[in-house]
């Protein structure tokens, strides 16, 4: 992975976000308290996948960061986990 630009070089590469797909490894979504912003787009998307309302989805899932919103994340032994993360499915 690419470092971030050096102070006053330009964009950072991450500027426009990252996208990637979660394979429930585990290996980026536990430890320290984080943020997952995600955008009104995606939040339709999962509460449609989950097959919730959008205000429900928001409420059970996410939390306010600012003007947008973030996934919440569980206390585990392990640290935070993101909400989503099974440790049941991790291989």
């Keep these: 992975m690419p470092a971030p630009d050096a102070p006053g070089k330009?964009?950072?590469?991450?500027?426009?976000?990252l996208r990637f797909q979660c394979t429930?490894?585990?290996?980026c979504c536990t430890?320290?308290?984080?943020?997952v912003m995600f955008s009104p787009e995606e939040g339709v998307a999962m509460a449609a996948k989950l097959g919730m309302e959008l205000e429900q989805?928001?409420?059970?899932?996410?939390r306010r960061i600012g003007n947008g919103r973030s996934l919440r994340e569980k206390r585990t032994e392990f640290g935070n986990d993101c909400i989503f993360l099974?440790?049941?499915?991790?291989p």
Excluded: H, Q, T
Aim: hydrophobic letters at 30%; one cysteine or more.
């Design 86 to 90: 099974d440790r049941n499915s991790i």
């Design 24 to 27: 429930m490894c585990g290996n």
């Design 57 to 62: 989805f928001l409420k059970a899932y996410a």
């Design 10 to 17: 330009g964009e950072p590469w991450y500027r426009d976000g």
């Design 31 to 35: 430890g320290p308290e984080g943020v």
